[in-house]
């Protein structure tokens, strides 16, 4: 992989401005979020039905603690195979394959009533959802030129925040109605609307019928990959994975999504601990996913502002990253406040943070290596995060019982800032190497 990337083509006299419809890319960008949101949706409704599942089955920590494992490992199995076999069959049936088959999964939570019926529920979802970061990170490399890609991811990712933060509004009000099975039915069969819409608008840039003149011009620079070279054939992935910026991306995936697991599946339950019940989670959890939507868009942003500054894409990203760490440092006071909304605050502001640092941690990938090798990267990484889960979730099980939740959030703070010394240190190497 040698020099930087091309320049953007300039458009020729004949497309020198946009279409006034809205661009394909942005529809296709429109779908990605709305499946990263059904995602967190079906992941979040355990989460947000921990403390009560918790009395109505007679869970311990423990059990609680190997429920959450079961989907880490299946998400980290999963992922393991997801980025490849996307790469091979393509995003438009994958995608669809894999939204269909995890909304059938949360729906089976609902079928079950035991500890390991909710391993095995959750580990068949882990398995399923293992497809949509892959699938949605390829589709962006495909449709958005190198300048909007962090936006871009930016934005489908905050249908992450989104997904959490619709699950406490939405769960409450089916366990009134219906029970906790009726919330996991209910929030699963909307997941199975999706593939529908996927499959009808879809298509490749190159196969899209719909894409104009000015937009194929814009996204002609994705035909060829980051250094400016045609993508490599099949054979050539066991070299694209010794690149030092593949494993810039795996470790930092290994260090930071733990934390993020740690949001997602314990703040409800730090929540508890400070006297919010069912019904008074909604506002906590919402606070703290529409303050990290808008840290995943912002930081998206940055570094396509620093970009269209001069900036190069390296040095962008990891401005914006460095950003990022320094919103989620403060973190680390917020089991010591005696105030419930300060503590609130400053878990908002770092998950802000980290959704921001995923932003461009995401785009390094579509930076650096070959399109073709983009879905399997991308997979290898959301393995180890995974695995990373796993171990997260066994060591909170333990720290819980007996130290309680500052150990934790002190190293979920300290992380961002090993990983981001590695990632500068690892692409030195890869540019070196290139």
Same mark, same amino acid.
């Given at each position: ?94 995608? /669809? #394959? $894999?939204? +269909?088959?995890?909304?059938?999964? &949360?729906?089976?939570? !609902? @079928? %079950? ?36 890609? /962090? #936006? $871009?991811? +930016?934005?489908?990712?905050?249908? &992450?925040?989104?997904? !959490? @933060? %619709? ?51 814009? @996204? ?215």
């Amino acid at each position: 992989m040698s020099g930087p990337p091309p320049p953007l083509p300039m458009p020729t006299q004949h497309a020198a401005a946009p279409p006034r419809a809205v661009g394909v890319r942005w529809t296709v960008l429109a779908l990605l979020f709305a499946a990263t949101t059904l995602c967190y949706l079906d992941r979040t409704v355990l989460a947000v039905l921990g403390p009560t599942l918790t009395e109505a089955l007679h869970w311990s920590e423990g059990d609680y603690s190997h429920v959450v494992m079961a989907f880490q490992l299946a998400y980290a199995i999963g992922l393991a195979a997801a980025g490849r076999f996307l790469d091979v069959i393509g995003v438009r049936l994958g995608y /669809a #394959l $894999a939204v +269909g088959a995890w909304s059938l999964a &949360a729906m089976a939570h !609902a @079928l %079950v009533g035991s500890v390991s019926g909710f391993m095995t529920a959750r580990f068949l979802l882990g398995l399923a959802e293992a497809g949509n970061f892959p699938a949605a990170i390829k589709s962006v490399a495909q449709w958005f030129p190198i300048r909007e890609r /962090a #936006l $871009a991811t +930016g934005i489908f990712n905050s249908g &992450a925040n989104i997904g !959490a @933060l %619709v699950a406490p509004l939405l769960v409450a009000l089916l366990v009134t109605r219906w029970g906790w099975q009726g919330a996991f039915c209910a929030t699963g069969a909307i997941g199975l609307l999706w593939p529908l819409a996927w499959w009808r608008w879809y298509r490749s840039p190159q196969d899209h019928p719909r894409l104009g003149a000015y937009e194929r011009a814009l @996204l002609a620079p994705t035909a060829v990959d980051a250094a400016g070279v045609p993508a490599p054939a099949g054979r050539a992935i066991r070299q694209v994975l010794g690149q030092p910026a593949s494993w810039a991306f795996v470790i930092a995936k290994l260090m930071t999504d733990p934390v993020w697991w740690f949001y997602l599946y314990w703040f409800p339950k730090f929540l508890h601990t400070q006297g919010v019940e069912l019904q008074g989670l909604p506002l906590p959890m919402a606070i703290v996913y529409l303050v990290s939507d808008a840290g995943s868009i912002l930081g998206g942003w940055l570094s396509s502002h620093l970009m269209a500054r001069g900036w190069t894409s390296t040095s962008a990203r990891q401005l914006a990253m460095l950003c990022c760490v320094l919103c989620i440092l403060p973190v680390v006071f917020a089991p010591a406040l005696h105030s419930l909304w300060w503590s609130v605050a400053l878990v908002a502001l770092a998950a802000a943070g980290h959704q921001g640092w995923s932003a461009n941690l995401f785009t390094l990938v579509s930076d650096h290596l070959p399109q073709s090798a983009v879905g399997t990267v991308v997979g290898i990484g959301g393995t180890a995060g995974a695995l990373g889960g796993v171990l997260m979730a066994f060591v909170v099980g333990w720290v819980l019982q007996y130290a309680g939740y500052q150990p934790l959030f002190i190293i979920g703070a300290a992380v961002y800032v090993v990983s981001l010394l590695v990632i500068r240190t690892l692409l030195k190497r890869h540019t070196a190497s290139g």
